[in-house]
């Protein structure tokens, strides 16, 4: 479950240590040489901080938290170089699941566990514009999260760069996408990238992707859920490297 750390030095001490927080509240105008010190951290570090009203603080941790709040993840992050190192040395190619922009701690939750389930080797995630592992991922993973690791980045292009240099394919997802996935190739070494539903993958990050495909949509809608369409290609997949078998 997601811990609260209530308090000016409680929180700072939290990010000296390099704790893995998924976020940083700080009530308005608050100022001094303490909170300059978390402000730097925090930033440095690519955790978000966010202003809030005091009331808000209250409601989290009680009337002493000192106009600082940090929320800590519900399972420490691994470090990226550790994650693509452990997926070479599962003697199979690795396959690796990147979102951006994925805000519902509940789809976020529903891809760790639909990764788990298909054998992925590991979920990528940026510090910003996407959900943390809060205790609401945590539940809508059902179990899940004790056992995929999970990387938090601050820049999701520098990692698409880095996970080229692995030789791994960088395959993006976009409605738009003349390639049908069932049409590709997913037996290589690859990570597959999901944007929201409502926004899709951000343009910076689909120009970084070696190429994008496209679930077939037969019916009336134009898109799924993230998690739905998450799932569905990770079992693509599973099928296709099974049948290489």
């Given at each position: ?14 990010l ?41 603080l ?60 298909a ?15 809060t ?31 692995e ?49 077939p949509?037969r ?10 369409a998450a ?15």
């Amino acid at each position: 479950m997601t811990e609260i750390l209530a308090g000016r030095n409680p929180v700072r001490e939290a990010l000296r240590a390099g704790r893995p927080l998924n976020k940083v509240l700080m009530a308005t105008h608050l100022e001094g040489r303490v909170i300059g010190d978390i402000i730097h951290l925090a930033r440095s570090q690519g955790i978000p901080l966010q202003r809030v009203e005091r009331s808000l603080l209250d409601k989290l941790a009680g009337p002493r938290h000192q106009g600082v709040v940090a929320m800590a993840a519900a399972r420490e992050y691994v470090e990226l170089e550790d994650l693509v190192a452990g997926a070479w040395q599962q003697q199979e190619p690795p396959f690796l699941i990147m979102l951006d922009q994925v805000e519902d701690p509940r789809n976020l939750g529903a891809i760790i566990r639909s990764a788990e389930a298909a054998g992925a080797h590991g979920v990528i995630i940026p510090s910003r514009r996407t959900v943390g592992l809060t205790a609401a991922v945590s539940r809508a993973a059902a179990g899940a999260l004790e056992y995929i690791p999970v990387a938090r980045v601050t820049n999701l292009s520098r990692t698409i760069a880095r996970i080229k240099a692995e030789g791994i394919w960088v395959i993006g997802t976009d409605s738009r996408a003349e390639q049908e996935a069932f049409a590709a190739d997913f037996t290589v070494p690859l990570v597959l990238v999901l944007g929201s539903e409502g926004k899709g993958l951000s343009p910076l990050v689909k120009r970084h992707c070696d190429f994008t495909v496209s679930l077939p949509m037969r019916g009336r809608i134009n898109s799924l859920n993230v998690a739905t369409a998450a799932t569905v290609l990770m079992y693509e997949v599973v099928r296709q490297r099974n049948l290489r078998r």
